[in-house]
Protein backbone atom coordinates (compact mmCIF):
# COMPACT_ATOMS: atom_id res chain seq x y z
CA UNK A 1 0.00 0.00 0.00
CA UNK A 2 1.25 3.46 -1.45
CA UNK A 3 0.44 5.91 1.56
CA UNK A 4 -0.40 9.11 -0.18
CA UNK A 5 -1.42 11.71 1.94
CA UNK A 6 1.02 11.11 4.74
CA UNK A 7 4.73 11.94 5.25
CA UNK A 8 7.35 10.71 7.38
CA UNK A 9 8.32 13.44 9.66
CA UNK A 10 9.19 11.64 12.87
CA UNK A 11 12.81 10.57 14.58
CA UNK A 12 12.28 8.20 17.57
CA UNK A 13 14.74 8.46 20.03
CA UNK A 14 15.74 5.76 22.13
CA UNK A 15 18.71 3.97 22.88
CA UNK A 16 20.50 0.96 25.06
CA UNK A 17 21.09 2.03 28.40
CA UNK A 18 23.33 -1.08 30.80
CA UNK A 19 20.65 -0.53 33.24
CA UNK A 20 17.66 -1.71 31.13
CA UNK A 21 15.22 -3.10 33.35
CA UNK A 22 14.50 -6.13 30.89
CA UNK A 23 14.77 -7.75 27.38
CA UNK A 24 14.87 -5.55 24.14
CA UNK A 25 13.96 -6.53 21.23
CA UNK A 26 14.04 -4.21 18.09
CA UNK A 27 12.41 -5.63 14.59
CA UNK A 28 12.64 -3.66 11.34
CA UNK A 29 10.82 -4.86 8.19
CA UNK A 30 8.62 -3.45 4.93
CA UNK A 31 5.14 -2.93 4.92
CA UNK A 32 2.83 -0.45 3.41
CA UNK A 33 5.24 0.49 0.63
CA UNK A 34 7.17 1.58 3.65
CA UNK A 35 9.14 0.86 6.88
CA UNK A 36 8.71 -0.30 10.14
CA UNK A 37 10.48 -0.18 13.50
CA UNK A 38 9.85 -1.60 16.52
CA UNK A 39 11.33 -1.25 19.74
CA UNK A 40 10.18 -3.97 22.39
CA UNK A 41 10.99 -3.62 26.16
CA UNK A 42 10.68 -6.68 29.24
CA UNK A 43 10.05 -9.11 26.36
CA UNK A 44 9.10 -12.15 28.15
CA UNK A 45 12.09 -14.62 27.77
CA UNK A 46 9.49 -17.14 26.22
CA UNK A 47 8.96 -14.77 23.03
CA UNK A 48 11.70 -15.69 20.82
CA UNK A 49 12.39 -12.49 18.53
CA UNK A 50 11.92 -14.86 15.51
CA UNK A 51 8.70 -15.73 17.18
CA UNK A 52 7.39 -12.18 17.51
CA UNK A 53 9.01 -11.22 13.99
CA UNK A 54 6.71 -13.44 12.80
CA UNK A 55 3.85 -12.70 14.11
CA UNK A 56 4.33 -8.92 13.70
CA UNK A 57 4.78 -9.80 9.99
CA UNK A 58 1.57 -11.80 9.99
CA UNK A 59 -0.46 -8.52 11.37
CA UNK A 60 0.71 -6.73 9.13
CA UNK A 61 0.14 -8.49 5.95
CA UNK A 62 -3.33 -9.07 7.43
CA UNK A 63 -3.73 -5.70 7.55
CA UNK A 64 -2.58 -4.72 3.97
CA UNK A 65 -4.91 -7.97 2.63
CA UNK A 66 -7.93 -6.29 4.20
CA UNK A 67 -7.16 -2.03 3.58
CA UNK A 68 -4.54 -1.84 0.77
CA UNK A 69 -5.21 -0.33 -2.79
CA UNK A 70 -2.47 -1.71 -4.24
CA UNK A 71 -3.57 -5.16 -3.59
CA UNK A 72 -5.99 -6.13 -5.95
CA UNK A 73 -7.35 -9.15 -3.60
CA UNK A 74 -7.57 -6.80 -0.94
CA UNK A 75 -10.97 -6.36 0.83
CA UNK A 76 -11.09 -2.97 -0.06
CA UNK A 77 -10.36 -3.60 -3.12
CA UNK A 78 -12.82 -6.04 -3.78
CA UNK A 79 -15.52 -3.50 -2.33
CA UNK A 80 -14.26 -0.89 -4.91
CA UNK A 81 -14.41 -3.12 -8.17
CA UNK A 82 -18.36 -4.27 -7.26
CA UNK A 83 -20.73 -2.19 -9.18
CA UNK A 84 -23.47 -3.06 -6.80
CA UNK A 85 -25.15 -0.29 -4.22
CA UNK A 86 -26.43 -3.24 -2.15
CA UNK A 87 -25.02 -3.56 1.21
CA UNK A 88 -21.32 -6.23 1.37
CA UNK A 89 -20.23 -7.79 4.29
CA UNK A 90 -16.98 -6.64 5.75
CA UNK A 91 -14.54 -7.86 8.44
CA UNK A 92 -14.94 -6.39 11.94
CA UNK A 93 -11.49 -5.03 11.26
CA UNK A 94 -12.45 -2.82 8.14
CA UNK A 95 -15.66 -2.16 10.16
CA UNK A 96 -13.56 -0.12 12.67
CA UNK A 97 -11.39 1.60 10.57
CA UNK A 98 -14.42 2.83 8.46
CA UNK A 99 -16.17 3.80 11.54
CA UNK A 100 -13.22 5.78 12.78
CA UNK A 101 -12.89 7.59 9.10
CA UNK A 102 -16.48 8.40 9.49
CA UNK A 103 -16.17 10.57 13.19
CA UNK A 104 -12.94 12.37 11.53
CA UNK A 105 -15.45 13.27 8.77
CA UNK A 106 -17.82 14.31 10.54
CA UNK A 107 -15.68 16.26 12.97
CA UNK A 108 -13.65 17.44 10.24
CA UNK A 109 -17.06 18.58 8.51
CA UNK A 110 -15.52 17.12 5.07
CA UNK A 111 -11.94 17.70 5.03
CA UNK A 112 -11.25 14.51 5.89
CA UNK A 113 -12.56 11.50 3.60
CA UNK A 114 -11.77 8.14 2.22
CA UNK A 115 -13.30 8.14 -0.84
CA UNK A 116 -10.95 10.87 -2.39
CA UNK A 117 -9.18 8.61 -5.03
CA UNK A 118 -10.99 10.54 -8.18
CA UNK A 119 -9.43 13.48 -7.18
CA UNK A 120 -6.15 12.08 -6.11
CA UNK A 121 -6.09 10.74 -9.91
CA UNK A 122 -7.26 13.35 -11.48
CA UNK A 123 -4.19 15.77 -9.92
CA UNK A 124 -2.04 13.14 -10.29
CA UNK A 125 1.10 13.64 -7.85
CA UNK A 126 3.75 10.89 -7.87
CA UNK A 127 2.90 10.40 -11.55
CA UNK A 128 2.70 13.86 -13.24
CA UNK A 129 5.29 15.36 -15.30
CA UNK A 130 5.64 19.11 -15.25
CA UNK A 131 4.32 19.46 -18.31
CA UNK A 132 1.00 18.12 -17.38
CA UNK A 133 -2.07 20.80 -17.07
CA UNK A 134 -3.51 21.50 -14.05
CA UNK A 135 -6.90 19.95 -14.05
CA UNK A 136 -9.75 22.34 -15.12
CA UNK A 137 -12.81 23.41 -13.68
CA UNK A 138 -14.92 21.12 -14.99
CA UNK A 139 -12.38 17.71 -14.71
CA UNK A 140 -12.58 18.78 -10.55
CA UNK A 141 -15.95 18.91 -10.82
CA UNK A 142 -16.68 15.54 -12.47
CA UNK A 143 -14.73 13.92 -9.60
CA UNK A 144 -16.19 15.47 -7.24
CA UNK A 145 -19.45 13.88 -7.84
CA UNK A 146 -18.15 10.89 -6.89
CA UNK A 147 -16.31 12.30 -3.86
CA UNK A 148 -18.02 12.86 0.15
CA UNK A 149 -18.10 9.70 2.04
CA UNK A 150 -20.52 10.87 4.25
CA UNK A 151 -23.77 10.70 1.50
CA UNK A 152 -21.85 7.69 -0.60
CA UNK A 153 -21.01 5.03 2.10
CA UNK A 154 -23.37 3.72 4.15
CA UNK A 155 -21.91 1.63 7.09
CA UNK A 156 -24.46 -0.19 9.19
CA UNK A 157 -22.84 -2.79 11.71
CA UNK A 158 -20.54 -5.04 9.75
CA UNK A 159 -21.78 -4.34 5.89
CA UNK A 160 -21.03 -1.59 3.92
CA UNK A 161 -22.88 0.34 0.85
CA UNK A 162 -22.26 2.85 -1.79
CA UNK A 163 -24.80 4.78 -3.41
CA UNK A 164 -22.92 5.65 -6.33
CA UNK A 165 -21.15 2.41 -8.00
CA UNK A 166 -18.27 4.20 -9.44
CA UNK A 167 -17.29 5.29 -5.52
CA UNK A 168 -14.20 3.95 -4.44
CA UNK A 169 -12.48 3.90 -1.00
CA UNK A 170 -9.26 4.98 -0.08
CA UNK A 171 -7.74 3.96 3.54
CA UNK A 172 -4.00 5.69 2.91
CA UNK A 173 -4.88 7.94 5.73
CA UNK A 174 -5.98 5.76 7.91
CA UNK A 175 -4.43 2.59 7.71
CA UNK A 176 -0.99 2.90 8.82
CA UNK A 177 -2.15 4.14 12.07
CA UNK A 178 -4.48 1.09 12.29
CA UNK A 179 -1.65 -1.15 11.50
CA UNK A 180 0.37 0.11 14.33
CA UNK A 181 -2.76 -0.38 16.57
CA UNK A 182 -2.84 -3.93 15.18
CA UNK A 183 0.59 -4.86 16.01
CA UNK A 184 0.67 -2.95 19.37
CA UNK A 185 -2.35 -5.21 19.92
CA UNK A 186 -0.10 -8.35 18.48
CA UNK A 187 2.76 -7.15 21.56
CA UNK A 188 0.15 -7.23 23.90
CA UNK A 189 -1.05 -10.72 23.38
CA UNK A 190 2.54 -11.75 23.61
CA UNK A 191 2.94 -10.23 26.94
CA UNK A 192 5.09 -6.94 26.06
CA UNK A 193 3.25 -4.20 27.60
CA UNK A 194 6.42 -1.30 26.89
CA UNK A 195 6.96 -1.07 23.20
CA UNK A 196 7.03 1.46 20.76
CA UNK A 197 5.72 0.97 17.28
CA UNK A 198 6.70 3.65 14.07
CA UNK A 199 5.44 2.58 10.30
CA UNK A 200 6.07 5.04 8.28
CA UNK A 201 6.30 7.81 10.56
CA UNK A 202 3.59 6.87 12.20
CA UNK A 203 3.81 5.75 16.11
CA UNK A 204 2.30 3.97 18.92
CA UNK A 205 3.97 4.01 22.55
CA UNK A 206 3.12 2.22 25.47
CA UNK A 207 4.89 2.36 28.99
CA UNK A 208 8.32 3.41 29.32
CA UNK A 209 11.35 3.08 27.29
CA UNK A 210 15.13 1.61 28.17
CA UNK A 211 15.46 3.98 30.93
CA UNK A 212 11.77 3.98 32.33
CA UNK A 213 11.28 7.00 30.55
CA UNK A 214 8.09 8.22 28.50
CA UNK A 215 9.03 7.52 24.94
CA UNK A 216 10.85 10.50 23.38
CA UNK A 217 10.06 11.52 19.84
CA UNK A 218 10.88 14.08 17.64
CA UNK A 219 9.18 16.02 15.57
CA UNK A 220 10.91 17.02 12.02
CA UNK A 221 11.08 21.32 11.52
CA UNK A 222 9.72 21.61 8.20
CA UNK A 223 12.47 23.69 6.58
CA UNK A 224 13.17 21.20 2.92
CA UNK A 225 17.04 21.88 3.36
CA UNK A 226 17.97 20.23 6.86
CA UNK A 227 16.37 17.00 8.83
CA UNK A 228 16.08 18.71 12.12
CA UNK A 229 13.83 18.58 14.95
CA UNK A 230 11.53 21.41 15.64
CA UNK A 231 11.15 19.73 19.41
CA UNK A 232 11.47 16.42 21.53
CA UNK A 233 7.79 15.57 22.38
CA UNK A 234 7.24 12.54 26.04
CA UNK A 235 4.93 9.97 24.54
CA UNK A 236 3.72 7.31 26.12
CA UNK A 237 -0.07 5.22 26.04
CA UNK A 238 -1.08 7.01 22.66
CA UNK A 239 -0.71 6.97 19.23
CA UNK A 240 1.18 10.04 17.39
CA UNK A 241 1.59 11.20 13.72
CA UNK A 242 2.32 14.15 11.36
CA UNK A 243 1.19 15.51 8.13
CA UNK A 244 3.17 18.52 6.07
CA UNK A 245 3.00 19.72 2.55
CA UNK A 246 6.92 20.46 2.26
CA UNK A 247 8.10 17.24 1.05
CA UNK A 248 5.39 16.81 -1.57
CA UNK A 249 4.51 19.84 -4.44
CA UNK A 250 4.58 21.03 -7.64
CA UNK A 251 4.59 24.69 -8.62
CA UNK A 252 3.45 25.95 -12.26
CA UNK A 253 2.93 29.49 -13.82
CA UNK A 254 4.10 31.15 -10.47
CA UNK A 255 1.33 28.44 -8.12
CA UNK A 256 2.42 26.19 -5.45
CA UNK A 257 0.37 22.92 -5.40
CA UNK A 258 0.58 21.28 -2.38
CA UNK A 259 -0.20 17.36 -2.57
CA UNK A 260 -3.20 17.83 0.06
CA UNK A 261 -6.46 18.28 -1.85
CA UNK A 262 -9.21 19.25 0.33
CA UNK A 263 -12.14 17.02 -0.41
CA UNK A 264 -14.87 20.43 -0.26
CA UNK A 265 -13.62 21.90 -3.31
CA UNK A 266 -11.65 19.08 -4.80
CA UNK A 267 -7.98 21.59 -4.91
CA UNK A 268 -4.88 21.48 -3.16
CA UNK A 269 -4.83 23.00 -0.30
CA UNK A 270 -3.62 26.43 -0.29
CA UNK A 271 -3.35 28.07 3.17
CA UNK A 272 -0.26 28.45 4.58
CA UNK A 273 -0.27 25.24 7.57
CA UNK A 274 2.89 23.17 6.69
CA UNK A 275 2.91 20.84 9.32
CA UNK A 276 0.75 19.68 12.25
CA UNK A 277 1.56 16.64 14.84
CA UNK A 278 -1.57 14.67 16.50
CA UNK A 279 -1.58 12.62 19.52
CA UNK A 280 -4.54 10.41 20.40
CA UNK A 281 -5.72 7.57 22.17
CA UNK A 282 -4.86 5.33 19.54
CA UNK A 283 -2.31 5.18 15.95
CA UNK A 284 -5.77 5.14 13.90
CA UNK A 285 -6.95 8.53 15.10
CA UNK A 286 -3.94 10.35 15.43
CA UNK A 287 -3.37 9.55 11.16
CA UNK A 288 -6.66 10.24 10.23
CA UNK A 289 -6.85 13.53 12.57
CA UNK A 290 -3.49 14.56 11.36
CA UNK A 291 -4.70 14.30 7.90
CA UNK A 292 -7.93 16.26 8.75
CA UNK A 293 -6.05 19.07 10.40
CA UNK A 294 -3.70 20.07 7.62
CA UNK A 295 -6.68 20.09 4.93
CA UNK A 296 -8.45 22.25 7.50
CA UNK A 297 -5.62 24.65 8.14
CA UNK A 298 -4.52 26.42 11.31
CA UNK A 299 -7.24 28.89 12.45
CA UNK A 300 -9.77 25.77 11.49
CA UNK A 301 -8.05 23.28 12.89
CA UNK A 302 -6.91 24.89 16.27
CA UNK A 303 -11.02 25.66 16.55
CA UNK A 304 -11.73 21.86 16.46
CA UNK A 305 -9.10 20.74 18.37
CA UNK A 306 -10.20 22.91 21.32
CA UNK A 307 -13.77 22.10 21.05
CA UNK A 308 -12.52 18.45 20.76
CA UNK A 309 -9.47 18.71 23.14
CA UNK A 310 -7.22 17.25 20.78
CA UNK A 311 -3.56 17.67 21.14
CA UNK A 312 -2.34 19.15 17.90
CA UNK A 313 0.88 21.46 17.27
CA UNK A 314 1.05 23.51 13.88
CA UNK A 315 3.65 24.93 12.16
CA UNK A 316 2.45 27.38 9.53
CA UNK A 317 5.00 29.68 6.89
CA UNK A 318 4.93 32.81 8.55
CA UNK A 319 3.94 35.96 5.27
CA UNK A 320 6.42 37.49 4.06
CA UNK A 321 9.55 36.45 2.09
CA UNK A 322 12.19 35.21 4.65
CA UNK A 323 10.54 31.58 5.24
CA UNK A 324 10.41 31.90 9.01
CA UNK A 325 8.01 30.03 10.57
CA UNK A 326 4.55 30.12 13.09
CA UNK A 327 4.35 27.36 16.00
CA UNK A 328 1.18 27.12 17.75
CA UNK A 329 -0.02 24.21 20.43
CA UNK A 330 -3.24 23.60 20.97
CA UNK A 331 -4.06 23.86 25.26
CA UNK A 332 -4.54 19.86 25.23
CA UNK A 333 -0.76 19.77 23.54
CA UNK A 334 0.33 22.11 25.94
CA UNK A 335 -0.82 20.39 28.74
CA UNK A 336 0.97 16.92 27.74
CA UNK A 337 4.44 18.67 27.00
CA UNK A 338 3.82 19.98 30.61
CA UNK A 339 3.12 16.32 31.77
CA UNK A 340 -0.46 17.10 32.92
Known amino acids: MRILLLLPLFVALSGCWPDSAGR ?47 DKTSEVSLFNADASTDPIAISPELAQVIAAAN ?30 PVPS ?7 L ?23 SVNLSAIAKGYGGDAVAKTLRDQGIERYMIEIGGDLVAAGTNEA ?42 GVRYSHLIDPTTGRPITHRATS ?3 LAENGMMADALAT ?49
Do not use: C
Open 24 to 70: VLKLSGETMGTTYHITAVDVPKRVSEEDLSQAVDATLAAVNHAMSNW
Open 137 to 143: DSDIAVA
Open 276 to 278: VTV
Open 292 to 340: AMIVMGEDEGMKVAAANDLAVFFISRAEGPDEAYLKHESPAFEKLLAGE
Open 103 to 132: KVHALSEGKFDVTLSPLIELWGFGTRKPED
Open 212 to 253: GDPWQIGIESPDTGSHSLEMVVPVSDLGMATSGDYRNFFEQD
Open 145 to 167: AHVGQGGLLVLDGQTLAKTDPAV
